[in-house]
Each structure stands twice: as structure tokens, then as C-alpha cells.
């Protein structure tokens, strides 16, 4: 009887998977659990987590997966990130045990580039993936001239590769400016089972507006990059420019600037820390009547995809890749680079016609409806075969 052939192997290399929850975890360990779904055998190779919590993780199903653990530690001006240790050895051991057919080096630093280095060694395609324009970072972090050294690096990183997965048009035009010619736009895909507006609940909409209030909802890192102080500003000037208020702003998540963010917010403010990724953060999405934005950085903005999956219309800036799923008038309300005026003047117009936010909502739900998470998903596994072929 002839043997049944050997399932394609990929080793999955990233310096960010669940429990950690953030855009990168999310879509690396959804595609993960993609992949083993159609026919590959797949390894990963990740950070160690202190204390996981189950709820954290994305809502995955199936077999589980082997995750090799690298030991890290927090990185100190934002905790709740790892840095691996630099475990080349341990690295190139399980590249050559599992003998793998594919490497995707997910993220760029310590696991991803040791995990480059262990598949050159061993004769193995590589494939990367350009979530994050890092060199725009410098600047939200005061230090610009840092941005051309930062830049190098990735443009060498990803020039290794054979083929750079990036979630968007702008974000593969990033690459195409650093020199890199093999990006494929892949990843813009939103897990309709979880965020819908079917999620809503009573308990979750009195906990967050239940008195009445239009309730805004910002959902991410609390980091210098995601711009949140613009929010809270614009918040701010939208309820003492509307007589009786009746304005929420309601922020979920974490980060170095959550302090700062605090001593700033006016009334009306509300902070959640960190919530289930899929127990409560799909109720909020769901519960909440719009949902804000202002980050400049994103090459995805997978929030945004959340939010419009839960039936709530935008209010963001056109920039990255979130200008590719945005639409003015049609699923959300586009605002120019942190002007704080022109938000404000947004949150009211919305807060204040009732019609134009259920239009927007609706608006909001069929360009979700397109970004089937199983598609995108197809599309990889496709993808990878045709790297395997050439």
C-alpha cells in the first residue's frame, strides 16, 4: 500500500503569540491554526509568557500546536512586551529537528532573526511578514533620528526573504520604498464568528452607558503611537462643546502612556485595563455605539476591522491601512491627522444624528463581510504552496 505523503511543515518564528494579545499574536496564531487546518504540519517558536491566561487567547479550535518557548524577559519601558533571549543555539536545533519545508519569520527582532540565520544555515526558504513600520515609531518615541538605522535593518531583513506578507497596499508600498520588491498583500481579515453585533448585551451596555450616554470606544495598546491623547482631547472639547454632555469615551487596554492618559481625561472617561479577548472585548465592541481611532502607524489597524465586524461606525484617520477599509460617509466618519477640532466636531455630528450612525453602522458590516478571515486564510496556504513550487 503506498504511503500517504509527507504534510508540508512550516516553522512559525515570532517575538509575539498569545497569551500576549495585540494585532501581530493575533493574526500569527490564527494563521497558525489555519494552516494545520489545511493539511500543514506546523511548529512554532515564540516567548515565554509568565502566568497565561486562557481567556486572553484568540478563539482558536482544533488540534494544538507545538510551541517551542523561549525565555524572555519584560521589556522595560513597556512590561507587558518581551524580549526573547538571544537562544540562537536552541533556535537552530528545532529548525534542524523539525526539518522544516518553510520558515516564516513573522517579526523582526531576536526570534525572527535567529530564526533567518538557522534557515540560511539549513538551506530553507524564508518568508517574513511586515506588520509593523517600526521606523515610524521614532518619532512617537522622541527619537527621529533613529528612524533611517531602523529602517536599514528592516529593508535588509525582509530583502532575505523569498516572499513579505504586509496586511496592506500603503504598508506594501512601505517595502517597495525600503527596497523590498517581494511583498504580497495578505492578512486584512476579521474573525466574523467573534465580533458581530449579535454580541451586544444589556449587562455590558449598562456597564459602559447605560445612563444614556453616546458611548465612543477605543480598543488597543495604550502606547505613544497609537495617539490615544488625541482622542481624549477631542473628547474632551466634543462634551464642553454639547449642552447636558451625554458623551462617553470608553478605553480598553494597557501601556507605558495609561498613566498619563488618566491624569488628562476630563468626565466621561472611562479606562477598562484589559479585557478577554474573546469573552468581553466582543460584548464591549458590540455594546458600544462607535468606535474611535487616530493611530498613524498601522499597516493593518485590525481593531478597526473588529469594531466595523461589530457594527459600529469609525471615526479614524485615512492613513496606512486603515485608509484602505475606511470609507468617508459610508462606514465611518475620515478625519485629518490629529486635528482635534475636526474630531470633536465628528464625535458630535455622530453623537447627535441617530440616522447617520445607523447608516454608517450598516455601512460598517458589509465591508466586513467581505474580509472573511477563512478566505484570507485560503489565500495563504495557496500562497505558501506556490513558494514551495518555484
Known sequence: ????????????????????????????????QGLVERGWECRVIAPRYPAPAPDQRPALSGPPVDVEAIRSAPFPPYPDLRIAAPAARRIDRVVAEFR?????????FVIGRLAQRGARRHGIPIVTSFHTDFGRYTASYGLPWLR??????????HRRAVRTYTPSEAARRELVGMGVTTGEVW???????????TRRTARMRERIGGDGCFTFLYVGRLAAEKSVDVLVRAFARASGM????????????????????????PPGVMFLGHLGRTTELPELYASADAFAFASLTETLGLV???????????LAVPAGGVAEHLRDGENGIAVADHDVSRMA??????????????KLAEGALRTAALLSWDAELDRLDASYRRVLAV
Open 242 to 265: 454639547r449642552e447636558g454632555a451625554g458623551l462617553r469615551l470608553v478605553i480598553a487596554g494597557t501601556g507605558p502612556v495609561e498613566a498619563a492618559l488618566r491624569r488628562a481625561a
Open 148 to 157: 533611517p538605522t531602523v529602517t536599514r535593518y528592516l529593508s535588509r531583513f
Open 345 to 358: 466636531k465628528a464625535m458630535l455630528r455622530l453623537a447627535d444624528d441617530r440616522a447617520l450612525t445607523r
Open 100 to 108: 522544516p519545508d518553510l520558515v516564516h519569520c513573522a517579526t523582526e
Open 1 to 32: 500500500m503506498p504511503r500517504a505523503p509527507r504534510r508540508p511543515r512550516i516553522l512559525v518564528c515570532t517575538d509575539t503569540y498569545p497569551p500576549q494579545v495585540n494585532g501581530v499574536s493575533v493574526v500569527t496564531a490564527l494563521s497558525v
Open 187 to 197: 492578512g486584512r481579515g476579521v474573525d466574523l464568528a467573534v465580533f458581530s453585533p
Open 304 to 314: 478597526v476591522l473588529e469594531a466595523m465586524a461589530s457594527g459600529l461606525p469609525v
